[in-house]
């Protein structure tokens, strides 16, 4: 998809990278022409992520004198390093990615939108 220059520029004002908003559009609810992921979204990946991560290093401490561990210690890393973005989205309480055609028109934190209190 094309990034537009609207996105990039919000992309830098918000402070979300490219890879956030790839995993959006992996792992996000479509609801309409956007792309959501929130915290329980995210919350339930970080989980599937957690369970790869415990059988990869079960995996690595049985085959650790052959040549696959060098795989598998890579793949350990890369789930490592994808568990710190899902960590990074859920500060940021999600991000949500509109897209219009095949074009990714803009980005934002779900969570930044304001909810008055009526007192």
């Known amino acids: 998809m094309r990034v537009t220059t609207h996105m990039a520029q919000r992309m830098n004002n918000r402070g979300i990278v490219q890879s956030m908003v790839d995993l959006t559009l992996e ?8 792309y959501i992921t929130d915290r329980r979204c ?3 990946y970080l989980n599937e992520l957690d369970t790869k991560l415990v059988d990869c290093r079960s995996m690595y401490k049985k085959y650790k004198h052959y040549r696959a561990s060098n795989i598998i210690a890579k793949a350990i890393n890369n789930l490592i390093q994808l568990r710190g ?13 509109v897209v219009c055609e095949n074009n990714l028109v803009t980005t934002y934190n779900t969570d930044s939108h304001h909810q008055y209190k009526s007192y």
């Open 85 to 97: 973005l899902v960590l990074k989205m859920m500060n940021k309480g999600g991000v949500t990615v």
């Open 27 to 34: 792992i996000g609810i479509i609801k309409g022409d956007r």
């Open 42 to 44: 995210l919350n339930d």
